[in-house]
Each structure stands twice: as C-alpha cells, then as structure tokens.
C-alpha cells in the first residue's frame, strides 16, 4: 500500500506562491501517475493536476493553466505543485493522489490512494 502525505500549505497573499510537497511511502516502486485536487468550502472536490510517471505528460485545470505547475522526483517519491499569482478563488485544501496506472486525467475516481490534505488559504 501507498501512503501519501501533503505539506507546504498556508496563508498567503494574493499575487504571492507556495510549494507544495507530496511524499510517498510504502510501495513506491509501481509506475503510476500522481495528481493534485482541492476543495473548498461549499463545493466539490476538483482537479488541479496531473502528471504521469516518466513526468513526460502534464495535465492542469483551466483555472490553474499557466500559474501552476506540477513536478516530480521519482528517486524520492515525491511530487510538488509549483503555485504562482495566487489568488482568493484558489483557497481550499489541497489533495495529493495517487492514479490507479497511468491514467492522469482529471476523473477523481481513477486516483485509488489519497493524503489528508493541506489547507492553502489567499487573502485578498
């Protein structure tokens, strides 16, 4: 079993950045694909983006298209979602997950394994 853990959430202005960190653990060696979702207050959980094991292929909501980008490290298990020009509709927690192959869509039922979230809120 994979378990996924989020960090590097916070409180933020708007037009600023955070980083945030994905680490995996326990059986790390499969050739998955790893996402980012978020919620907030209110409304569904939705996706934010993907990317694929090799991190040839990326993925990125609308909203987030040109201000996010999301990386990997495979040697450590670790994925991260650059986060830039923030901005008060992007507040919500953050869900890092993992894909059930390599599918990197944004379909939430496809991503098997999920971390408890981290909490990024912008201030405007």
């Known amino acids: 079993q994979v378990q996924l853990v989020e960090s590097g959430g916070g409180l933020v202005q708007a037009g600023g950045s955070l980083t945030l960190s994905c680490a995996a653990s326990g059986r790390t060696f499969s050739t998955y694909a790893m996402g980012w979702f978020r919620q907030a207050p209110g409304k569904e959980r939705e996706f934010v983006s993907a990317?694929?094991?090799?991190?040839?292929?990326?993925n990125y909501a609308d909203s987030v298209k040109g201000r996010f980008t999301i990386s990997r490290v495979k040697a450590k298990s670790t994925v991260f979602l650059q986060m830039n020009s923030l901005k008060p509709e992007d507040t919500a927690v953050y869900y890092c997950?993992?894909?059930?192959?390599?599918?990197?869509?944004?379909?939430?039922?496809?991503?098997?394994?999920w971390g408890q979230g981290t909490q990024v809120t912008v201030s405007s």
């Open positions: 990317i694929t094991w090799t991190g040839s292929n990326l």
């Open positions: 997950a993992k894909a059930r192959g390599t599918y990197y869509g944004q379909d939430a039922y496809e991503y098997d394994v």
